[in-house]
């Protein structure tokens, strides 16, 4: 298995571990990390589970889900979590997540995330399309989404099961020649 490490300038992406579950707990577990996902908070030992749920997609091969701790290289600290599932189907298309933690947020993190992402994506992976859909209320995803390259796609009615109930979502992608024409 070949572990992933990629940096950007502020930001680093890596695998998670056994030792992230709290780091990613103070995400996961988070009301105001959360409010957007699609499931209420989770308890610590349900990121455990995530966590070797993670480790075990990492072993697979053709590897096809990264679930990746958000490093702030200054700190060394995890402060998010990053998923890139790579769709069976469509081997040349990815579909990405992320999440940080609430101290982070307003400071332009998010977008240097998705465009760490985009890069892991193309330059790492070779693939040709990567997309997210997020909440309709989510505004700061958007910005981050947009302001990193991607373009909005259109809305998927009842996409999600939320504890709320169906959810909506915003896609919004970017392709890699377009991308690398930025």
């Known amino acids: 298995m070949r572990r992933v490490v990629y940096n950007g300038e502020r930001l680093g992406l890596r695998d998670v571990t056994e030792a992230d579950a709290s780091a990613l707990h103070a995400v996961y577990g988070d009301a105001a990390a959360t409010q957007h996902m699609p499931f209420a908070p989770r ?12 480790l075990e997609a990492a072993a697979a091969e053709p590897r096809r889900l990264y679930v990746l701790a958000v490093i702030d290289t200054a700190r060394r ?5 990053a998923r890139l599932h790579i769709e069976a189907d469509h081997p040349h298309s990815a579909e990405i997540g992320f999440g940080l933690h609430p101290d982070q947020w307003g400071r332009g993190v998010g977008t240097d995330l ?53 959810r909506d979502s915003i896609v919004h992608s970017a392709l890699q020649d377009e991308w690398t024409e930025r």
Do not use: C, Y
Not at 77 to 81: K, R, S
């Open 77 to 81: 600290d995890v402060i998010g979590v």
């Open 43 to 54: 308890s610590l030992s349900e990121v455990a589970g995530l966590v070797a749920q993670a």
């Open 114 to 166: 998705v465009r760490l992402l985009l890069s892991f994506g193309f330059k790492q992976l070779g693939l040709h399309r990567v997309w997210g859909a997020r909440s309709p209320s989510n505004l700061p995803a958007q910005l981050a989404m947009l302001t990193a390259g991607m373009v909005e796609e259109g809305r998927i009615r009842h996409h999600v099961h939320t504890p709320n109930g169906w």
